[in-house]
């Protein structure tokens, strides 16, 4: 699947109001897409399938199970329930996996499992995509995307192969550049697993060019050792 399509699939995550789909829940999961398509392990993947579940917190997609098989062990990958919804799942994959190629299971709370999804893992992280940038108002949820700001103004931006930790946001302007950390992560069915950040109060009025690296740790407790992506594909956002 191309990323173009992806992106408008994953896009649907931005509605505000939960979209109730009248067909019954389906008895397997048929995976039509990972995101990015060869994560890294231990790194945030969004696995977009065709299960018929209701856009809500208790729909049950929260119960599912996300498993990796590889080399004849099967592993259960770190389900973000926060951030899931029926037809878009947001995983850890677990840090045990090897450089290759690995099958992906999606498994319902009764048993039933779809078909296996083939993908690769990759000995580095994978660049995370950038869809969409947000203003961040706290509790309320993003209703539509921006392209302009105001300097200082709290972003979220909505993407994937991104995480709770690990991410840096590259700010390019007219005067230089600047690397920031975010401010926290947040999680709802609303936009996955996005980054929140501030926009430096010094950025000058004009274009600005968004983007970003992951840094993925092979231990999350104590991040012994690490591989870091390469930096997305940028966003542009105009400064008032």
Do not use: K
Not at 118 to 140: H, L, Q, R, T
Request: some cysteine; overall charge negative; proline content about 8%.
């Amino acid at each position: 699947m191309q990323l173009a399509r992806l992106a408008s699939v994953a896009l649907a995550l931005a509605v505000v109001a939960p979209l109730i789909f009248s067909a019954p829940a389906q008895a397997d999961v048929r995976v039509n897409g990972l995101e990015p398509p060869q994560p890294s392990r231990g790194q945030v993947v969004l696995i977009l399938t065709d299960a018929q579940l209701p856009d809500t917190p208790d729909s049950g997609a929260a119960a599912d199970r996300v498993l990796i098989e590889q080399d004849g062990r099967t592993q259960e990958a770190f389900v973000f329930s926060s951030a899931t919804r029926g037809d878009a799942i947001f995983a850890r994959l677990p840090g045990e996996l090897r450089p290759g190629r690995a099958w992906l299971v999606v498994e319902h709370a009764d048993g039933t499992a779809g078909e296996p999804y083939a993908f690769d893992i990759s000995a580095a992280a994978a660049a995370p995509a950038v869809w969409a940038v947000y203003p961040f108002a706290g509790e309320v949820e993003p209703v539509e995307p921006i392209n302009h700001a105001h300097a200082g103004d709290r972003l979220l931006l909505f993407g994937a192969g991104l995480d709770t930790t690990g991410v840096t946001v590259i700010v390019r302007h007219a005067a230089g550049s600047a690397e920031i950390v975010p401010t926290f992560a947040h999680t709802s069915t609303t936009v996955g697993v996005a980054p929140v950040f501030d926009l430096p109060a010094d950025v000058p009025s004009g274009p600005v060019r968004l983007s970003t690296r992951v840094r993925v740790c092979d231990d999350l407790d104590v991040c012994g050792s690490a591989t870091a992506s390469r930096e997305s594909e940028d966003i542009e956002l105009v400064v008032d």
